[in-house]
Protein backbone atom coordinates (compact mmCIF):
# COMPACT_ATOMS: atom_id res chain seq x y z
CA UNK A 1 0.00 0.00 0.00
CA UNK A 2 1.23 2.95 -1.02
CA UNK A 3 2.47 5.72 1.61
CA UNK A 4 0.30 8.13 1.40
CA UNK A 5 -3.29 6.20 1.35
CA UNK A 6 -1.26 4.43 4.36
CA UNK A 7 -0.15 7.41 6.14
CA UNK A 8 -3.80 8.18 7.14
CA UNK A 9 -3.98 5.23 8.88
CA UNK A 10 -1.01 4.91 10.41
CA UNK A 11 -0.79 8.43 11.77
CA UNK A 12 -4.13 8.50 13.46
CA UNK A 13 -3.46 5.52 15.62
CA UNK A 14 -0.04 6.65 16.22
CA UNK A 15 -0.49 10.06 17.32
CA UNK A 16 -2.41 9.02 20.76
CA UNK A 17 0.85 6.78 21.50
CA UNK A 18 3.29 9.67 20.61
CA UNK A 19 1.82 11.88 23.56
CA UNK A 20 2.35 9.64 26.07
CA UNK A 21 5.08 7.57 25.08
CA UNK A 22 7.78 9.41 22.45
CA UNK A 23 8.18 12.29 20.39
CA UNK A 24 9.43 11.21 17.03
CA UNK A 25 8.51 8.61 14.95
CA UNK A 26 9.27 7.44 11.26
CA UNK A 27 6.92 5.90 9.13
CA UNK A 28 8.08 5.36 5.44
CA UNK A 29 7.10 3.05 2.28
CA UNK A 30 9.05 -0.55 2.41
CA UNK A 31 8.43 -1.04 -0.95
CA UNK A 32 11.26 2.17 -2.10
CA UNK A 33 14.69 1.58 -3.27
CA UNK A 34 15.88 4.90 -1.15
CA UNK A 35 19.72 4.14 -2.55
CA UNK A 36 18.89 5.14 -5.37
CA UNK A 37 17.91 8.80 -4.31
CA UNK A 38 21.04 10.87 -4.89
CA UNK A 39 19.64 14.59 -4.66
CA UNK A 40 16.56 16.91 -2.76
CA UNK A 41 14.53 20.17 -3.04
CA UNK A 42 12.56 21.91 -0.62
CA UNK A 43 8.78 22.55 -2.16
CA UNK A 44 7.62 24.66 0.84
CA UNK A 45 6.92 24.74 4.22
CA UNK A 46 3.21 24.68 5.86
CA UNK A 47 1.56 25.87 9.26
CA UNK A 48 -0.62 23.82 10.98
CA UNK A 49 -1.78 25.81 13.26
CA UNK A 50 -2.03 29.74 11.91
CA UNK A 51 0.17 31.36 14.64
CA UNK A 52 2.74 33.08 12.49
CA UNK A 53 5.64 30.77 12.67
CA UNK A 54 6.89 30.23 9.10
CA UNK A 55 6.13 34.43 8.47
CA UNK A 56 9.99 35.27 9.34
CA UNK A 57 12.19 34.61 6.39
CA UNK A 58 15.12 33.97 8.49
CA UNK A 59 12.70 31.28 10.25
CA UNK A 60 12.11 29.46 7.04
CA UNK A 61 15.51 29.36 6.45
CA UNK A 62 16.58 27.98 9.45
CA UNK A 63 14.28 24.89 9.58
CA UNK A 64 15.35 24.01 6.06
CA UNK A 65 18.93 24.27 7.42
CA UNK A 66 18.13 22.49 9.66
CA UNK A 67 16.71 19.93 7.51
CA UNK A 68 18.85 20.22 4.91
CA UNK A 69 22.04 19.44 7.16
CA UNK A 70 19.96 15.85 8.48
CA UNK A 71 19.73 15.01 5.07
CA UNK A 72 22.87 16.06 3.74
CA UNK A 73 25.09 13.53 6.67
CA UNK A 74 22.84 10.82 5.18
CA UNK A 75 24.54 11.25 1.59
CA UNK A 76 21.98 12.98 -0.19
CA UNK A 77 22.89 16.45 -1.80
CA UNK A 78 19.98 19.78 -1.99
CA UNK A 79 19.79 21.50 -5.53
CA UNK A 80 17.72 24.23 -6.69
CA UNK A 81 14.19 24.13 -7.23
CA UNK A 82 14.89 24.75 -10.83
CA UNK A 83 17.16 21.82 -11.28
CA UNK A 84 16.30 18.06 -11.72
CA UNK A 85 16.02 16.80 -7.60
CA UNK A 86 15.18 12.74 -6.69
CA UNK A 87 13.01 13.63 -3.45
CA UNK A 88 10.76 16.99 -2.94
CA UNK A 89 10.95 17.92 0.85
CA UNK A 90 8.44 19.17 2.37
CA UNK A 91 7.83 20.07 5.77
CA UNK A 92 4.91 20.92 8.55
CA UNK A 93 5.52 22.93 11.71
CA UNK A 94 3.33 23.48 14.43
CA UNK A 95 3.33 25.71 17.56
CA UNK A 96 0.85 25.52 20.73
CA UNK A 97 0.61 26.68 24.20
CA UNK A 98 -0.31 23.64 26.54
CA UNK A 99 -1.54 22.90 30.24
CA UNK A 100 -0.48 19.98 32.26
CA UNK A 101 -2.39 18.98 35.18
CA UNK A 102 -0.83 16.05 37.79
CA UNK A 103 -3.04 15.23 40.69
CA UNK A 104 -0.35 14.60 43.74
CA UNK A 105 -1.73 13.11 46.88
CA UNK A 106 -0.01 13.73 50.13
CA UNK A 107 1.38 10.48 51.57
CA UNK A 108 0.66 11.19 55.22
CA UNK A 109 -1.49 14.46 55.82
CA UNK A 110 -2.48 15.72 59.34
CA UNK A 111 -5.17 18.29 60.00
CA UNK A 112 -5.94 19.32 63.54
CA UNK A 113 -4.39 15.81 64.60
CA UNK A 114 -6.62 14.24 62.64
CA UNK A 115 -5.80 11.50 60.25
CA UNK A 116 -6.90 12.36 56.51
CA UNK A 117 -9.58 10.87 54.77
CA UNK A 118 -8.70 9.36 51.65
CA UNK A 119 -12.00 8.64 50.65
CA UNK A 120 -15.48 10.57 49.84
CA UNK A 121 -15.44 14.34 50.01
CA UNK A 122 -12.97 14.51 52.63
CA UNK A 123 -10.24 13.39 50.49
CA UNK A 124 -10.59 16.61 48.37
CA UNK A 125 -8.87 18.45 51.56
CA UNK A 126 -5.53 16.28 50.97
CA UNK A 127 -5.25 16.44 47.18
CA UNK A 128 -3.54 19.19 45.23
CA UNK A 129 -3.30 19.86 41.71
CA UNK A 130 0.28 20.95 39.84
CA UNK A 131 -0.56 22.82 36.85
CA UNK A 132 2.34 23.45 34.33
CA UNK A 133 2.07 25.90 31.36
CA UNK A 134 4.05 24.74 28.41
CA UNK A 135 4.51 25.26 24.20
CA UNK A 136 4.48 22.21 22.50
CA UNK A 137 6.35 22.12 19.04
CA UNK A 138 5.66 19.72 16.03
CA UNK A 139 7.77 19.36 13.07
CA UNK A 140 6.88 16.62 10.15
CA UNK A 141 9.42 16.30 7.02
CA UNK A 142 7.80 14.50 4.48
CA UNK A 143 10.08 13.01 1.66
CA UNK A 144 8.08 12.76 -1.80
CA UNK A 145 8.40 11.82 -4.91
CA UNK A 146 8.23 14.68 -7.04
CA UNK A 147 6.75 12.48 -10.26
CA UNK A 148 4.16 11.43 -8.94
CA UNK A 149 3.74 13.62 -5.22
CA UNK A 150 3.82 10.01 -3.67
CA UNK A 151 4.97 10.36 -0.36
CA UNK A 152 7.92 7.91 0.70
CA UNK A 153 8.77 9.06 4.38
CA UNK A 154 7.53 10.79 7.27
CA UNK A 155 9.37 11.82 10.37
CA UNK A 156 7.00 13.30 13.10
CA UNK A 157 8.56 14.79 16.14
CA UNK A 158 7.00 16.33 19.22
CA UNK A 159 8.37 17.70 21.98
CA UNK A 160 8.05 21.00 24.86
CA UNK A 161 9.77 24.28 24.20
CA UNK A 162 11.05 25.33 27.36
CA UNK A 163 14.73 27.04 25.96
CA UNK A 164 14.75 27.94 22.70
CA UNK A 165 17.74 26.57 22.18
CA UNK A 166 17.71 23.67 24.36
CA UNK A 167 14.59 23.04 21.71
CA UNK A 168 16.34 23.51 18.93
CA UNK A 169 19.36 21.16 19.66
CA UNK A 170 16.91 18.59 21.17
CA UNK A 171 15.06 18.55 17.70
CA UNK A 172 18.49 18.34 15.68
CA UNK A 173 18.97 15.38 18.15
CA UNK A 174 15.67 13.37 17.58
CA UNK A 175 15.84 14.25 13.61
CA UNK A 176 19.21 12.61 13.38
CA UNK A 177 18.45 9.76 15.45
CA UNK A 178 15.22 9.37 12.80
CA UNK A 179 17.48 9.53 9.75
CA UNK A 180 19.72 7.02 10.88
CA UNK A 181 17.21 4.66 9.58
CA UNK A 182 17.78 6.31 6.18
CA UNK A 183 18.21 4.41 4.22
CA UNK A 184 16.09 1.90 6.01
CA UNK A 185 17.74 -1.83 4.78
CA UNK A 186 16.34 -4.93 4.37
CA UNK A 187 15.63 -5.69 8.17
CA UNK A 188 14.22 -2.19 8.59
CA UNK A 189 11.60 -2.52 5.28
CA UNK A 190 10.80 -5.89 6.90
CA UNK A 191 9.91 -4.89 10.42
CA UNK A 192 8.24 -1.70 8.71
CA UNK A 193 5.80 -4.39 6.81
CA UNK A 194 5.04 -6.90 9.66
CA UNK A 195 4.47 -3.48 11.84
CA UNK A 196 1.72 -2.30 9.19
CA UNK A 197 0.39 -5.41 8.83
CA UNK A 198 -0.67 -5.66 12.30
CA UNK A 199 -2.05 -2.47 12.43
CA UNK A 200 -4.24 -3.37 9.17
CA UNK A 201 -5.33 -6.55 11.02
CA UNK A 202 -5.87 -4.79 14.03
CA UNK A 203 -8.59 -2.02 12.58
CA UNK A 204 -9.55 -4.04 9.41
CA UNK A 205 -12.14 -5.46 11.73
Known amino acids: MPLRTWSVLA ?5 PALASASDVKTDFDPEVDFTRFRTFSFVG ?5 KTGLLAKPETRERIKNFISGVMESRGLREVPIDSPYDIAVRYWVARKAKTDTQMVLDPDPMWAGYP ?12 EYVVTNYVEGTLVVDLLNPANKELLWRTYLRQKIEDRAKAYD ?15 GDKEKKQMREDRAKLEKKYAK
Open 11 to 15: FSLLL
Open 45 to 49: GKEMT
Open 116 to 127: AYYTGTWGLYYT
Open 170 to 184: EAKKNLTKSFKLYPP
